[in-house]
């Protein structure tokens, strides 16, 4: 039997608007999906940029408040929330949703409606999460109700990105080429793979946790499993690295992939490079799935009065991952040394791995005890980094992948520049609360700011809490400013774009081997591989003969 | 386009198989971190002044939860043998073993429910029994998932699907993963209580 779908992604959407919106919502083409998760995922991206802009403005000035005191725990919730679970991660698994099957050289995805399913569940909770809170529901909110509401709608979503990264995996461990083993593989394949295997075996434990504190809720006399102290001492690791590190592994994929690509060279040593992705995700994979009872105690922090025996853990959850990051692109990188001509993927991969990398050595930073940065808003400046490194990636692999959705390129230097921009929001976003952290400016997931409480008593701290928190706000603007941006000028490069070749980037795996765009059953015909490199190969032949 | 090589289309890899060992390996982790957050309180509640942790008049049935571990025996080596049969073409035997499986996963829906009724835990009584019925609510809801995946599987295979040995195996492989997951909360939250 196949549970390959190959006639579903051929709904016929002409016609009517009504029939292409039916279309779109009954397509089990992993494309579409794909494009479905893109979307979504970047307006929820341009809501959650735009509440942190608030958030950081509000902070200027512990003494004076413009937003509604009561509702600032719900308006952070709503930020990490939708920065991560509604706009990173579905990035994220948006981009591989679409791309992986046509680099496996598949005709569809496995399960595809699963994925599409997963989609579904994972929008209808995302917009009744967004609701909860609306109606005053969410962390620290006050209507019961609600509060419930958005605690089973956070675990819904969580189980729709459940069943579509299942769908993911079981497409990369399934369907691939004739030929094609798991070490000719490309490295972003490669990474989704060892991403979503993480995530599968992480988001189910976030999810139980949901339900804990869900019926917990219902029991006020449960101090301790219900309220923002579970939510934050339970559910936290969630929002938090290294947890949150684990969707940032395709960014090092993409980064091995498009190196390659303008460089026109292969990943060598291509094993090791495999392996060093696969060390980020493995050792973080302990901590994720450990992470309610082991992070809190020996995995938590580094000291000079920690025993060896505390020592060995912290290396294990921080060096490791470190190592597999710092390695992977320091075998990469070298490859740049032959100057490729600067372009949006290019560029947008090198800075969101090297944004990554950052995000790894802030969080093994944050975990020293020593440096006293545990409660303070360098944890978000690293959360910031991480959502940054996702954030870059995404407009960077939508401008090299798009030309297989719609035909069409996206105008190079435009895409160069929101790219940029996007950076150096991000940057500009996170560095601050870093640097705001080593002052000790207060921070937390959700911080105690209870109604009736004068002032925004949190937030307040000696240093020059202005100047960061204006800086951080400028650089939320610029991500939402480049975002839109970007938005308009796929919709635009969708329909006035330049008409892409099937292969405009000069690519090597096999999604460059099919029509832009690529049909519904995504090739004519199966291609056989011999290499992680098949059209490398085939150039190079070509190259010889004609010579 | 390129021309590259072309081949037959590939055999499909085992993929309900994979996509059920992913979901089985998800539910594991499922219980996995409840039942380290069970652990944890458990600990705390020890090591407080009153030293309680089950709430006091609650007796937690040995018995039936000794009765409920035993009956995975059973539903593990009827998958098998459904396994077996599908493998050998054996209609009848592989549609008895498939229906034996579920009758005994109804019945340990029906044994946790009596585990209940018999504890007369009230949830309002703290951590203990939230985490209790969580821990042991989620596992009767991945029983009755589990029943579900039975019974499709048998009408599939009454309906002459006979070729789909690979659900057959799949149905083996989630009672399998589901056994070792109750076996892990029966030694937390049965025996060591």
């Known amino acids: 039997m196949t549970a390959i779908d190959t006639t579903a992604a051929s709904t016929d959407t002409s016609g009517s608007a009504l029939a292409s919106v039916a279309g779109w919502i009954t397509s089990t083409d992993h494309k579409r999906i794909g494009r479905l998760y893109i979307g979504t995922a970047l307006l929820a991206l341009l809501a959650s940029a735009v509440i942190a802009a608030l958030l950081a403005f509000e902070r200027i000035d512990s003494a004076t408040t413009f937003l509604n005191i009561g509702s600032l725990t719900q308006l952070f919730a709503l930020y990490r929330w939708g920065l991560l679970y509604l706009a990173a991660l579905p990035l994220v698994v948006g981009v591989a949703v679409a791309v992986v099957p046509l680099q ?19 929008l209808f ?48 461990l399934t369907t691939r080429a004739p030929g094609m083993n798991m070490r000719r ?212 692999a939508i401008t090299y992948w798009a030309p297989k959705f719609t035909g069409r390129s996206v105008p190079a230097l435009p895409a160069l520049g929101l790219t940029v921009l996007a950076f150096l929001g991000t940057q500009l976003a996170a560095l601050p609360m870093l640097i705001a952290g080593f002052a000790d400016q207060p921070g937390g997931v959700f911080p105690s700011v209870e109604p009736g409480v004068d002032g925004v008593v949190k937030f307040s701290y000696s240093g020059p809490e ?16 480049s975002v839109l941006a970007f938005v308009a000028l796929l919709v635009r490069s969708a329909s006035k774009g330049a008409t892409a070749g099937d292969d405009p980037w000069d690519g090597q795996t096999l999604e460059w081997a099919t029509t832009s765009p690529a049909p519904a059953d995504n090739f004519a015909a199966i291609h056989a591989v011999t290499s992680a490199e098949p059209l490398l190969d085939l150039k190079s032949a070509n190259t010889r003969s004609d010579a | ?139 009767t809801a991945l029983a009755i998932l589990g029943v579900v995946f039975s019974v499709t599987t048998a009408f599939r295979y009454l309906g002459g699907r006979t070729a789909d040995r690979e659900v057959v195996a799949a149905h083996a492989l989630y009672w399998y993963a589901f056994s070792f997951v109750f076996a892990m909360l029966w030694f937390v939250v049965y025996v060591t209580k």
């Open chain 1, 185 to 396: 593989l490309s490295a972003f394949t490669w990474s989704v793979l060892v991403m979503s295997i993480c995530a599968v075996l992480a988001l189910p434990v976030l999810v139980g946790l949901l339900l804990i504190v869900y019926v917990a809720h219902k029991y006020p006399s449960v101090s301790e499993l219900s309220g923002n102290r579970a939510l934050e001492e339970w559910v936290g690791f969630g929002f938090t690295h290294p947890t949150t590190i684990l969707f940032t592994i395709p960014v090092f994929g993409f980064f091995a992939d498009i190196v390659a690509t303008v460089t026109k060279r292969r990943t060598r040593p291509r094993g090791t490079v495999l392996a060093t992705i696969g060390l980020v995700g493995v050792s973080l994979v302990a901590v994720g799935v450990q992470s309610p009872v082991v992070i809190r105690s020996a995995f938590r922090s580094l000291s000079s009065n920690n025993k060896i025996a505390d020592v060995v853990p912290y290396l294990f959850v921080h060096a490791l991952p470190l190592l597999g990051a710092f390695l992977t692109i320091a075998l990469v990188l070298p490859a740049l040394a032959s100057k490729p001509k600067p372009s949006a993927p290019f560029v947008g991969g090198v800075l969101a791995a090297l944004v990554a990398l950052d995000a790894i050595i802030a969080s093994a930073l944050q975990h020293i005890g020593d440096a006293a940065l545990s409660g303070t808003v360098f944890e978000e400046g690293t959360f910031l980094l991480v959502i940054g490194a996702i954030v870059v990636f995404a407009l960077a």
């Open chain 1, 104 to 122: 496996l050289g598949a005709r569809s995805i496995a399960f595809p409606r699963l994925a599409a399913g997963g989609f579904w569940t994972w």
């Open chain 2, 1 to 139: 386009m390129h021309a590259l090589p072309t081949a037959p289309a590939p055999e499909p890899r085992r993929q309900i198989l994979v996509g059920t060992a992913l979901a089985s390996a998800g539910a594991a982790t499922l219980v996995g971190g409840m039942l380290a957050l069970y652990v944890k309180f458990r600990h705390e509640a020890l090591a407080s002044a009153d030293g309680r942790w089950i709430p006091k008049g609650i007796t937690v049935p040995l018995v039936p939860a000794n009765v409920l571990l035993i009956a995975l025996l059973p539903v593990c080596l009827f998958s098998q043998w459904a396994v077996y049969s599908a493998k050998r073409n054996d209609k009848p035997h592989a549609s008895l073993a498939l229906g034996l499986v579920a009758l005994l996963g109804v019945a340990f829906i029906n044994a946790q429910a009596f585990i209940w009724a018999t504890m007369k835990l009230p949830v309002l009584e703290g951590t203990y029994s939230v985490l209790f019925y969580c821990l042991t609510g989620v596992m």
């Open chain 1, 466 to 481: 202005g100047l960061w928190n204006t800086l951080s706000g400028v650089g939320h603007v610029l991500v939402v400013v």
């Open chain 1, 125 to 172: 909770g995302a917009v009744a999460s967004v609701v909860a809170i609306a109606a005053n529901g969410g962390p620290n909110g006050g209507n019961a109700r609600f509060v419930d509401l958005f605690t089973l709608a956070a675990a819904l979503s969580l189980l729709g990105l459940f069943g579509t990264l299942i769908s993911l995996v079981t497409s990369i």
